[in-house]
């Protein structure tokens, strides 16, 4: 079983669509979560990270993760075609570990 | 402030060969840490350096090696390649001291590398 497990999709949402993205993980060492973005032929992009469970929020973006499940999330409201990338989760801090990454695309 | 820069972009090469990929991190970041990203494994952590020392490694062997200079810029090599060494193979520099624990990388646009 891999650290993080995350659907790769692809997913393809119509534009203004709430989108939730989803990754599980194990091994449940004192540690951050992370969501980053990848659009085609470049490097990640952090979006978001959070520490222990509960929700956090940054514009329409919102990062939840829920400890008791193992679970983490990522929610983006009103999505936009500019939002059509892959979505990456991840755990720890200097080392991290990646899901496989889930390919959005956002339908104008 | 300029980003991560990393050299060569594009690369091909042969079974056997030898390959040396190069990382300059932002200015004033000191770790420089190196994943490997293919469609089947996702991306993978490989190493992280920081005052020139390695500080973390991942599960790769040993033909994967890097080194970092007094300036912070890194490079990785990777010997005797095989063909699964194709990737795209991403540098991520970060303010290690003030982000020890967040995991806030900021990545370059990678160096893509094919093994013919």
């Known amino acids: 079983q891999k650290e993080v497990e995350q659907d790769p999709g692809p997913l393809s949402v119509p534009e203004g669509a709430i989108v939730s993205l989803n990754c599980t993980y194990s091994n449940s060492a004192f540690q951050y979560f992370m969501w980053y973005r990848q659009y085609s032929r470049k490097g990640p992009e952090l979006l978001m990270y959070t520490y222990s469970s509960g929700n956090k929020e940054d514009g329409r973006f919102t990062a939840q993760v829920d400890k008791s499940s193992k679970y983490i999330s990522l929610f983006i409201r009103d999505s936009q075609p500019s939002d059509s990338a892959t979505y990456l989760c991840?755990?720890?801090?200097?080392?991290?570990?990646f899901g496989q990454g889930t390919r959005l695309t956002i339908n104008p | 402030k300029a980003g991560v820069t990393q050299t060569p972009r594009y690369l091909i090469k042969t079974r056997g060969q030898q390959v040396t990929l190069s990382c300059s991190p932002i200015s004033g970041h000191r770790s420089v840490s190196w994943y490997q990203q293919t469609p089947g494994q996702g991306l993978q952590f490989l190493f992280e350096?920081?005052?020139?020392?390695?500080?973390n490694k991942g599960n790769f062997p040993g033909r994967f090696s890097g080194r970092q200079f007094s300036n912070s810029r890194s490079e990785m090599n990777v010997s005797t390649l095989e063909l699964g060494d194709s990737a795209l193979y991403l540098c991520a520099s970060s303010d290690r001291l003030r982000t020890s624990n967040t995991g806030e990388l900021f990545f370059g646009e990678g160096s893509r590398l094919t093994v013919l």
């Open positions: 991840a755990k720890g801090a200097q080392k991290l570990v």
């Open positions: 350096y920081f005052s020139e020392t390695q500080r």
